[in-house]
């Protein structure tokens, strides 16, 4: 059981006492007749073959408050699309897949980039950006969930507490984000732990205090790929496509709405996924790429906030940020203490030095360019650039689905 | 004996003279074939590069010809779409062309039929273009007034007012291919003429009040303004 504490600007919803499945289910359900719910699964094809993807629709098969799934499949062959449609067909509701590998969807993408409109490199931010398209273009729900489809430790009571601030009109909350710790026999979630926090925090010592820097300081797990928001949010949020994808997600959150209709849910007690290796010496590769993706996003921002960047800051800020990261390690070593978990120091000060360089190599990029912003346009800008287009997504959907 | 020679010579040489006449058109058909095709893809080449430089796709897009198209679950680029009806199009001029050229009268009466039915089938698919894009765009500006105007209905009104449109556009584009003229228009006079009906017959009944009252304003204002022109 977690404590009851509220920090930071954004309203934190724990996991308190005993909550029931059954009752939150019932009155979603209920909530759902005037909010319908579309839950949006970004998934590559390789987790339908793990242990992940099954245990995901056996759960969500038990799912009653559910208006439609909308599966985006990433890296398919034809033959494995239809498996994939094999597989979904398990659920006895509504479960629509986008396949993105598809000819019909690349002629959708082709159409945007040629109207001058950036779509962005294949991954996860763009397919949850056509995901988005697709629920809008079928105007079918007020509510969108998003979670990632690799996660090892599922369970449907993740899905209830998450759409539950945002689908009770009562509570107003148009944005939900999940949070979790990531802790098997050890502590996970290095760049969580060791980068974001750290490095937001170093900046607010340099810089002073922001309320965007407050923001994203509140979240307990701002890397966590697990939310729900309001439909028309996904009309005018725009979508990074890189690694940068939840911190910039969360900077168009604060950009577009008060941080008093936000908030984060305590989804789950342990949370399970695929890990990323460190790979410190390739900046293409693993959480070096994340890492550098993630500091330019933040950079981005705040440069867009009024923050004025310049390579003195930067060395300053690598500095900084070393003695703040040093400073947590050693946080969680004791917390790993207390705890009986294994704690290998010594990667994590490894980890803390990757992530210096990242710092760095993200800084000399944003230098160079400062305008270069990975966002995928919102659906707003696009529709007013090709005013048919959701009707255009809507038919590729539907015909490749028959 | 030489009867019986000439019996058996002379079927061999009407053919061989018939052949001997007819081998030339042959040629001159598989050139006009095989230069018509070589033809068509350069015009194809050269329609497909002014598409491009005009940006005919972008337009398409916003235009809604694009949407048009991928109803039709045609999902290459409307440029290309364009460019192959062109090529397909000269292909089959270029066939005709050739066929003429073996002076088969059945063949002759076919293409002259082909060639006087080309204008129409060019201008039927010209009002089928034109007449989406206008019915498209007559379609988004009621439904922006009907919005701004408050009015509950409007993307229904719009939807309507697209149908309607359409419906009159298919009937005038049927009526130019020539493709039962007779019903086609009778088809359509009757749903037009019905539908205006009943939205008469509607509004006659339902709105007798509200026509009243219009009369009565309109009647109202007129005495005002001579009120003030005795003052």
Redesign the interface.
């Known amino acids: 059981m977690s404590d009851f504490y509220q920090s930071g600007i954004i309203t934190t919803l724990h996991n308190l006492g005993k909550p029931s499945l059954e009752r939150l289910e019932t009155e979603i359900k209920e909530y759902s007749k005037i909010r319908p719910i579309t839950l949006v699964l970004p998934a590559l094809y390789s987790e339908f073959e793990g242990p992940a993807m099954p245990l995901i629709i056996e759960e969500l098969a038990k799912v009653k408050f559910l208006e439609e799934i909308v599966l985006v499949l990433d890296k398919a062959s034809a033959k494995e699309f239809q498996k994939a449609r094999a597989m979904m067909a398990l659920i006895p509701y509504p479960v629509k897949i986008i396949y993105n590998d598809g ?2 969807i690349g ?1 959708i993408y ?2 945007v980039a ?2 001058g409109l950036e779509v962005g490199q294949q991954g996860k931010g763009r397919s949850i950006w056509l995901a988005y398209g697709y629920v809008i273009a079928q105007n079918r729900s007020d509510v969108i969930i998003l979670h990632d489809c690799d996660i090892l430790s599922y369970n449907r009571i993740l899905l209830a507490r998450l759409c539950y601030p945002v689908v009770n009109p009562n509570l107003d909350f148009v944005f939900c984000k999940g949070y979790y710790s990531r802790v098997t026999d050890r502590m996970h979630g290095r760049v969580s732990r060791l980068l974001v926090t750290p490095l937001i925090r170093s900046i607010q010592a340099l810089y002073g205090e922001h309320d965007f820097l407050k923001f994203l300081d509140s979240f307990r797990y701002p890397l966590a790929g697990e939310f729900c928001m309001i439909t028309d949010m996904a009309r005018v949020n725009r979508i990074p496509w890189d690694w940068g994808l939840e911190v910039g997600s969360l900077a168009e959150v604060y950009r577009n709405y008060s941080p008093r209709r936000i908030c984060q849910v305590d989804i789950a007690d342990t949370y399970e996924h695929k890990h990323q290796s460190l790979s410190a010496d390739d900046p293409e590769k693993g959480l070096m790429k994340m890492t550098i993706d993630i500091c330019k996003s933040i950079f981005r921002t705040l440069s867009a906030e009024g923050f004025v960047f310049t390579d003195g800051f930067f060395k300053a800020l690598s500095v900084t940020y070393l003695r703040h990261a040093e400073d947590t390690i050693v946080k969680y070593e004791a917390d790993a203490a207390i705890n009986g978990l294994i704690f290998d120091r010594h990667e994590e000060a490894k980890a803390v030095e990757a992530f210096t360089n990242a710092i760095s190599m993200a800084a000399k990029i944003f230098l160079e360019n400062p305008l270069g912003t990975p966002l995928i346009p919102n659906w707003s800008r696009v529709t007013s ?5 959701l ?2 997504l809507k ?2 959907v539907d ?1 490749d689905d028959k | 004996m030489n009867d019986f020679f000439q019996l058996i010579i002379g079927p061999l040489e009407e053919v061989f003279f018939k052949f001997k006449e007819f081998t030339p058109n042959v040629i001159a058909t598989l050139t006009i074939l095989i230069l018509g095709f070589l033809l068509a893809r350069l015009i194809r080449l050269i329609f497909l590069r002014i598409l491009k430089a005009l940006k005919f796709d972008s337009w398409s897009d916003r235009m809604g010809l694009t949407s048009l198209m991928r109803k039709s679950d045609l999902w290459t680029k409307p440029s290309e779409t364009c460019a192959t009806v062109i090529y397909g199009t000269f292909l089959i001029i270029f066939l005709m062309a050739g066929l003429s050229a073996l002076k088969i009268e059945a063949i002759d009466n076919l293409v002259g039929q082909f060639f006087l039915y080309l204008p129409r089938a060019f201008s039927a698919i010209l009002i089928l273009i034109f007449g989406y894009i206008i019915a498209a765009f007559i379609s988004r500006a009621v439904l922006i007034m009907a919005v701004n105007s408050g009015y509950y209905y409007a993307k229904l009104l719009a939807q309507a007012i697209k149908l309607l449109l359409t419906l009159l556009i298919l009937a005038m584009a049927l009526e130019q291919f020539q493709i039962a003229p007779g019903i086609v228009i009778a088809a359509f006079s009757i749903t037009f003429g019905g539908i205006v009906l009943a939205l008469a017959i509607s509004f006659g009944v339902g709105g007798i009040d509200a026509a009243r009252k219009m009369i009565e304003k309109e009647e109202e204002a007129k005495n005002k303004k001579k009120d003030i022109e005795h003052i």
């Open positions: 000819k019909r002629e082709n159409t040629r109207n650039a090709i005013p048919t287009i009707e255009m038919t590729a015909e």
